[in-house]
């Protein structure tokens, strides 16, 4: 069936679509990244903290306040974890903000405390972190 010829006769313009297949965010590898000794964040590929882990540690705990920034990250994508984080736990007071886009940009999901405990990032966040904070 020639559908070029049959929206040309209906006076319909044609569209591409090209199919692609979307495939998955992976972390390469786990990562420790240290300014200190004091664990602040652990970030982890799957939900249920499987796969790999982002490690993130301080020279001490984090304050109660969150205007001051205990860890400035840079781009995640740097460490291959560009929309990879799906669950998170946080220590020392911590509290952890993600953010869809480079250097602060985009979506945020505001201060989280996801404490020992930890959490899935939700439907909204599962893989789509380019860049975050500790305070």
């Known amino acids: 069936m020639n ?3 049959i929206i040309a006769s209906c006076g319909l313009a044609a569209v591409l679509i090209t ?3 979307a495939t998955p965010a992976h972390a390469i590898d786990s990562v420790d990244w240290s300014t200190g000794s004091v ?4 970030f982890w590929e799957h939900s249920g ?3 790999a882990v982002f490690t ?3 020279s001490r705990a984090c304050t109660p306040q969150t205007s001051d920034r205990e860890t400035v990250s840079s781009y995640l994508g ?5 929309d990879v984080i799906t669950s998170i736990k946080d220590y020392n007071r911590c509290d952890v903000k993600l953010f869809a886009d ?3 940009g985009g979506d945020s999901t505001g201060w989280v405390d996801y ?9 909204l966040w599962n893989d789509r972190a380019s860049f975050f904070i500790i305070s």
């Open 102 to 104: 480079l250097n602060y």
């Open 56 to 58: 993130v540690h301080g």
């Open 19 to 21: 199919p692609t297949i």
């Open 3 to 5: 559908f070029k010829r």
């Open 115 to 123: 404490t020992e405990k930890g959490s899935y990032v939700g439907a």
């Open 39 to 42: 664990v602040r964040a652990r």
């Open 78 to 82: 740097s460490v291959g974890w560009n």
């Open 49 to 51: 903290f499987k796969g």
